[in-house]
Each structure stands twice: as structure tokens, then as C-alpha cells.
């Protein structure tokens, strides 16, 4: 089992940056694939970033070169900076993870509100 915890999220201005953390405890993510996901009000949830257990990266076009994501396995959290934020960030953002080996081992936090509004 593991647990995720978001924080980081909050209230921003357009351009503005903000820095999300997904805590993990319960069992080491050095065997996960991490993932940020978002779902805005009325719409499906969609995949933001992610990094493999060996630290590759894939972003979503509409994040790519403003959003990074990154993982720190000594203590078991993965982060997503976002930088030059829009109102179409304006989203619950969501930490994800997968098993490596065992893709049925995937588990969700309960999400960090982020709204982009002046």
C-alpha cells in the first residue's frame, strides 16, 4: 500500500509559479512511475507529467516548458514546479502511482486545488 499526500497548491496570479509536492509513505517509490494528473470542473482528468522509476520525464503538450517534474527517492516525494501559470491551469491536481512490475498497484492522493485567477 501506499499513501500520497499533495500539498503546495493555492491561489496565483497569471504568469505566477507554484510548487506542488506529492509525499509518499507506506512503501518506497523508487519501483513507481510518478504522475501528476489535473481535472478542471466539468471535464475529464488528464495526465500532466510523469517520470519513470529511472527518471525519464513526458509532459503534456499543453504544459511542456513551463512545468517540471521531479523525484527525490531519499525522501520518497515527487514534485511538479509550474511556472508561468495560466487560468487554464486552474485545476485539482493529483499525484499518481504505478508499480513498475505491477501496474495493478496504482494508487491516487486526494488532490491539491491550484487556481490561476487575478
Known amino acids: 500500500q501506499v499513501q500520497l499526500v499533495e500539498s503546495g497548491g493555492g491561489l496565483v496570479q497569471p504568469g505566477g509559479s507554484l510548487r506542488l509536492s506529492c509525499a509518499a509513505s507506506?512503501?518506497?517509490?523508487?519501483?513507481?512511475?510518478m504522475a501528476w494528473y489535473r481535472q478542471a470542473p466539468g471535464k475529464q482528468r488528464e495526465a500532466v507529467a510523469v517520470?519513470?522509476?529511472?527518471?525519464?520525464?513526458n509532459y503534456a503538450d499543453a504544459v511542456k516548458g513551463r512545468f517540471t517534474i521531479s523525484r527525490d527517492n531519499a525522501k520518497n516525494t515527487v514534485y511538479l514546479q509550474m511556472n508561468s501559470l495560466k487560468p487554464e491551469d486552474t485545476a485539482v491536481y493529483l499525484c499518481?502511482?504505478?508499480?513498475?512490475?505491477?501496474?495493478?498497484?496504482?494508487?491516487w492522493g486526494q488532490g491539491t486545488p491550484v487556481t490561476v485567477s487575478s
Open positions: 507506506g512503501s518506497i517509490i523508487g519501483l513507481y512511475n
Open positions: 499518481n502511482a504505478r508499480h513498475l512490475a505491477y501496474p495493478q498497484d496504482d494508487y
Open positions: 517520470i519513470t522509476s529511472g527518471g525519464r520525464t
